[in-house]
């Protein structure tokens, strides 16, 4: 079930207006409406992008009087960023562990440059 939220979430965040809605709510909640207006789309092209998003578990939506505003949910941010991290590391440890031969390989090589030059006095 996490892998498929995870798939989802990917995939919501896909489409770089998307991306933008979910930066301009991690400023604040907004109404579809706002959310909207800097775009040059329908309103309700703007309404099925937050149910992507929506349905991707990255916004809720509650009733305030008149107004339904959006609001970012952090909790999937975290499993987003637990399943990069897990990846990063292990991107690290081969890193280093990449680093750690190659200084290896260039001690053998100052060392045998060491013995040539002895070798030649």
């Known amino acids: ?3 498929d939220q995870l798939s989802q979430v990917f995939a919501a965040l896909a ?8 930066a301009r709510l991690a400023v604040g909640d907004a109404t579809v409406s706002e959310l ?3 775009y040059e789309v329908s309103l309700q092209a703007v ?3 937050i149910r992507v998003l929506t349905e991707a578990g990255l916004l809720t939506q509650r009733r305030e009087a008149q107004r339904r505003p959006c609001h970012l949910e952090a909790e ?3 499993l ?6 897990r990846y990063r590391r292990q991107a690290q440890e081969r890193y280093e ?4 031969v190659l200084a290896e390989l260039q001690d053998a090589e100052n ?3 060491r013995t040539n030059q002895g070798a030649a006095s």
């Open 15 to 22: 489409d770089p207006t998307r991306r933008d809605i979910v």
């Open 111 to 113: 060392e045998s440059h």
């Open 36 to 38: 909207a207006e800097p």
């Open 47 to 49: 309404s099925k992008h």
């Open 76 to 78: 999937v941010f975290d």
């Open 1 to 3: 079930m996490e892998q």
């Open 80 to 85: 987003m960023t637990k399943w990069i991290e």
């Open 97 to 100: 562990r990449l680093d750690a």
